[in-house]
């Protein structure tokens, strides 16, 4: 059985891990979490800017970060990456693929340009870094990977076709990619968060006030989830919290996709 510490602020001592689409929202704020907790982070994404202001606020918090410049969809690139975090450190302990791209868009009227570009970055993405990560990982004989996806992937949605199809495919993965690495003692989870104040979704998906109303009043708990929240999902997959934990999707969405009943109490009525 794997002894852990309940002394969360060095939960991640001497660990090393990398978070994609790190430098805003969720991603910045797992790399956060991770580097309170004692661990390095090293956070991914294609804006240097975004990064670099990522890295400050750690380092400014007192922990240990550092930027990596690349596209998720450059499977070399990943893997080069990868590779010289790893010879820097000597160890990679947890991924978090968090990377993703989305729009609405009515199925009819999504061009395969656009459908390659979602499934490019959520799929082919997930499995790159995965794949990079994994060749250490396993020969370690330790790591855990955390896929950031979303409830759709398994209810659907209209207008998110190709979000909903390629997260659907990272569940897929993961649980495929738990058989085969349990063993190893790679654990693969993935995390459903539900909306999320974050500048990236919030953009896409509940741009304008009444699509903001809309999205909310579709969340039992009656409100958006901080990233911070989130955070705290992802390090407890990330854990040794969590060390029998494989394979499964932990939904973190104020009961979102449960979905409202369509019955009302008559006496809440005005």
């Not at 550092?66 to 596209?71: N, T």
């Not at 791209?101 to 999504?110: A, K, R, T």
């Not at 061009?111 to 490019?120: E, H, L, M, Y």
Request: with cysteine; proline share 3%; glycine share 14%.
């Amino acid at each position: 059985m794997t002894q852990f510490t309940l002394d969360l602020s060095t939960e991640f001592a001497g660990r090393v891990a990398l978070v994609t689409g790190g430098g805003s929202g969720i991603g910045r704020a797992v790399a956060e979490r991770w580097a309170r907790a004692g661990g390095t982070v090293a956070v991914l994404g294609r804006r240097q800017e975004a990064l670099d202001e990522t890295v400050r606020r750690i380092v400014d918090a007192g922990g240990q970060a550092e930027a990596v410049v690349c596209d998720v969809r450059d499977h070399a690139g990943v893997a080069a990456a990868v590779d010289a975090l790893v010879d820097t450190h000597g160890r990679i302990d947890a991924l978090v693929n968090n990377a993703a791209g989305n729009f609405v868009v009515p199925s009819e009227d999504l061009s395969p340009g656009g459908w390659k570009a979602v499934t490019d970055i959520v799929l082919n993405g997930t499995y790159y870094c995965t794949h990079a990560v994994a060749r250490h990982m396993l020969a370690q004989g330790s790591g855990s990977i955390v896929n950031v996806i979303a409830s759709y992937a398994w209810h659907g949605h209209p207008g998110t076709v190709h979000s909903a199809a390629a997260k659907g495919g990272v569940v897929a993965m993961a649980r495929t990619l738990a058989v085969e690495w349990g063993g190893r003692g790679v654990r693969v989870n993935c995390l459903a968060p539900g909306p999320t104040e974050t500048e990236g979704a919030g953009a896409a998906l509940w741009g304008d006030p009444q699509a903001r109303r809309e999205v909310l009043a579709s969340v039992p708990a009656n409100r958006f989830a901080a990233p911070e929240e989130i955070a705290e999902s992802a390090a407890f997959l990330l854990g040794d919290r969590a060390g029998y934990v494989t394979g499964e999707v932990l939904v973190v969405d104020g009961g979102q996709w449960l979905g409202k009943s369509v019955y009302t109490d008559s006496s809440k009525r005005t």
